[in-house]
């Protein structure tokens, strides 16, 4: 089956640097998302990987392992406003051939002062 | 630019009715997926429409159907509603089908009594 982990919560501090992980098992690969939606709000694009390695964007950094099935989003200097869930999501094949995204459940931070 | 709108945002129905939600894209793209977003499953693909026509579909049932307008607007119907159907439900636009980035709506939260 396809399947994507991801922990439920974690918490962090205010300044400092969390990362949340994300391995997943999918029929094929098509790319990875990270998805950042505030309680009561809509998800909002984070980040896209393809290929192996770091994408940095400010604050944030995304980093894949297609081979280890595995990624990580990197938050730096956290700020109150980052309590949020982050969602990753994975591109992959369904029965037909199609592409389509499968999402994790999500990991709720909660940063404190 | 005006991002995705969905309507209603809140909804209240009994079992047995039937519900249609709607979704006005970004001005200029062509592709509207939809998503069921619940505590204990996360984000559920229901179906992905481009240029008037279905290009993917989740692993829901029958009772849910979608369609999309000439000028992209989309609507998603759920039939004979049960009490596991009380989710957000969620709409995201795109430039294309499978490209990258989606721009989600904040969403329609449907109650089912």
């Known amino acids: 089956g396809q399947n994507i982990d991801q922990p439920t919560e974690m918490t962090a501090t205010e300044g400092a640097i969390v990362q949340i992980n994300c391995t997943y098992q999918?029929?094929?690969?098509?790319?990875l998302f990270w998805y950042q939606q505030h309680a009561g709000e809509a998800p909002t694009f984070l980040s896209y990987n393809v290929l192996d390695g770091l994408e940095e964007k400010g604050r944030f950094s995304s980093f894949l392992s297609r081979s280890k099935g595995y990624s990580y989003l990197l938050l730096k200097e956290l700020q109150m406003k980052d309590s949020a869930s982050y969602l990753c999501a994975v591109r992959s094949y369904n029965a037909g051939n199609n592409r389509k995204l499968i999402w994790g459940l999500g990991t709720s931070l909660a940063v404190n002062p | 630019k005006a991002g995705v709108t969905q309507t209603p945002r809140y909804l209240i129905k009994t079992r047995g009715q039937q519900v249609t939600l709607s979704c006005s894209p970004i001005?200029?793209?062509?592709?509207v997926s939809w998503y069921q977003q619940t505590p204990g499953q996360g984000l559920q693909f229901l179906f992905e429409?481009?240029?008037?026509?279905?290009?993917n579909k989740g692993n829901f049932p029958g009772r849910f159907s979608g369609r999309q307008f000439s000028n992209s607007r989309s609507e998603m119907n759920v039939s004979t509603l049960e009490l596991g159907d009380s989710a957000l439900y969620l709409c995201?636009?795109?430039?294309?089908?499978?490209?990258?980035?989606?721009?989600f709506g904040e969403g329609s939260r449907l109650t089912v009594l």
């Open positions: 995201a636009s795109s430039l294309g089908v499978n490209t990258g980035e989606l721009f």
């Open positions: 001005s200029g793209h062509r592709s």
């Open positions: 429409y481009f240029s008037e026509t279905q290009r």
């Open positions: 999918t029929s094929g690969f098509n790319g």
